[in-house]
């Protein structure tokens, strides 16, 4: 162990070993054992690289659901509700995250809302598949993407809750990857004097997630065709939606998302568009002012469809990105962390990189996409913030319009 520390110039993690009682000590190495030091020299090294080649950034067709023809959106949706039937699609929600940004302490899944009654949002995301199994008369297959810090307490929530009705089979849990956090000078860094500090590897990280927790091989097992992957702060997602999987099924996509309208130029979400002709999603910062600015003859933003998380991959296509390493992207965070005396560091600078891959690199492997644009007010109601816009109180709004529009909020 102390060569390999040695080797890539990571002593520094045996600082307080010791110190440390015989368990703890187990518990360092173990976790040490557990780093790729070659990939995190790698991408340490590659780290101001931009990621970003040159590119031709074109606008990329799309659908809106108001547009679709009755005779056509029929067709579509009595071949996705086939599907449905069948066993054929199953859900995916990215759950790692926690409620810190909300004031909350605990998984962001399990933060509770007063709504028609008070409700977790788990438990409303349970709602939506329960309410699919009295149309199709299907149980949908749930996949809980969750991570190292909350997977425990994420089971235990449900098991407390009796899993809100549904059948546990149908509810399975896997865990996301980490990578250390580097200081800017490469140095791993301790969280604590017997844990390295580690951080979940983006949301893009659920593509490795899939295959080295056998998921993939899962859905296989149980001839599951597509899934849809969605954010699980969102409440008014709709992840079971026939008429786009019966439209992505008949047009032979690989891959199909759904896109709301960017609210003005200066909004600050990534918006779909094809990079050197391949499906992607482009951030706000990296649309020149004359890209966020154009517009085509119907006077609507040229890169105007905004991505909010919610796409449908085949199983085919979730193999072909799983075989694949997509790239890590740095960015530099502040982070709290151990100093050489054990006391703990507050910096008020950016101290160290943290490396995330994004879902959307994956669209990239994908022939095509085929959008979808919906409703805002039907589709996104988002809990990231803890007042303010994309708050609890702008998602309750949201949901209680929707859903009880005679009840005052």
């Known amino acids: 162990m102390d060569e390999r520390l040695?080797?890539?110039?990571?002593?520094?993690?045996?600082?307080?070993?010791?110190?440390?009682?015989?368990?703890?000590?187990?518990?360092?190495?173990?976790?040490?054992?557990?780093?790729?030091f070659e990939k995190m020299k790698r991408l340490y090294d590659n780290r101001e690289i931009a990621t970003l080649e040159a590119r031709n950034i074109t606008f990329v067709p799309f659908v809106d659901k108001e547009d679709i023809a009755k005779n056509e959106k029929e067709e579509f949706e009595q071949l996705g509700a086939e599907l449905i039937k069948k066993g054929e699609l199953a859900i995916c929600s990215m759950a790692g995250g926690q409620g810190t940004r909300l004031g909350f302490d605990g998984p962001k899944g399990t933060y509770i809302l007063n709504l028609e009654k008070q409700k977790s949002i788990f438990e409303i995301l349970v709602d939506k598949l329960k309410e699919a199994y009295q149309i199709y008369g299907t149980y949908i297959t749930w996949y809980i993407m969750t991570s190292k810090a909350n997977d425990m307490p994420?089971?235990?929530?449900?098991?407390?809750?009796?899993?809100?009705?549904?059948?546990?089979?149908?509810?399975?849990?896997?865990?996301?990857?980490?990578?250390?956090?580097?200081?800017?000078?490469?140095?791993?860094?301790?969280?604590?004097?017997?844990k390295v500090y580690k951080a979940a590897d983006g949301n893009?990280?659920?593509?490795?997630?899939?295959?080295?927790?056998?998921?993939?091989?899962?859905?296989?097992?149980?001839?599951?065709?597509?899934?849809?992957?969605?954010?699980?702060?969102n409440i008014l997602i709709k992840q079971v939606d026939a008429l786009l999987l019966g439209m992505m099924k008949k047009?032979?996509?690989?891959?199909?998302?759904?896109?709301?309208?960017?609210?003005?130029?200066?909004?600050?979400?990534?918006?779909?568009?094809?990079?050197?002709?391949?499906?992607?999603?482009?951030?706000?910062?990296?649309?020149?002012?004359?890209?966020?600015?154009?517009?085509?003859?119907?006077?609507?933003?040229?890169?105007?469809?905004?991505?909010?998380?919610?796409?449908?991959?085949?199983?085919?296509?979730?193999?072909?990105?799983?075989?694949?390493?997509?790239?890590?992207?740095?960015?530099?965070?502040?982070?709290?962390?151990?100093?050489?005396?054990?006391?703990?560091?507050?910096?008020?600078?950016?101290?160290?990189?943290?490396?995330e891959a994004f879902i959307f690199d994956g669209f990239k492997m994908a022939d095509d996409i085929l959008i979808m644009r919906v409703k805002r007010k039907e589709e996104f109601a988002p809990i990231k913030n803890k007042e303010g816009e994309d708050s609890p109180d702008t998602a309750r709004k949201l949901y209680m319009n929707y859903y009880f529009p005679n009840i005052p909020v």
């Open 6 to 36: 040695q080797e890539y110039g990571q002593e520094q993690l045996l600082r307080f070993y010791n110190e440390l009682s015989k368990d703890d000590q187990k518990k360092l190495l173990d976790d040490i054992a557990s780093i790729d």
């Open 154 to 194: 994420t089971k235990k929530f449900f098991e407390e809750n009796s899993f809100f009705g549904y059948p546990k089979e149908y509810i399975i849990f896997f865990q996301q990857g980490e990578l250390p956090l580097l200081d800017l000078e490469g140095k791993m860094i301790l969280e604590e004097k017997n």
């Open 204 to 233: 893009g990280g659920i593509f490795e997630a899939l295959c080295e927790n056998h998921i993939l091989d899962d859905m296989k097992n149980k001839n599951i065709s597509y899934l849809c992957i969605g954010n699980v702060d």
């Open 251 to 355: 047009k032979n996509y690989d891959l199909a998302s759904k896109s709301i309208v960017k609210k003005s130029p200066t909004e600050k979400v990534g918006v779909f568009c094809k990079i050197n002709g391949q499906p992607s999603v482009i951030e706000y910062i990296d649309l020149s002012e004359t890209q966020a600015e154009e517009r085509n003859e119907e006077g609507e933003l040229l890169f105007g469809e905004a991505y909010f998380g919610c796409c449908i991959f085949s199983r085919k296509l979730l193999e072909k990105i799983g075989e694949k390493k997509l790239p890590f992207h740095a960015a530099k965070k502040k982070n709290k962390y151990l100093g050489e005396n054990g006391e703990l560091v507050v910096p008020t600078e950016p101290n160290t990189y943290k490396f």
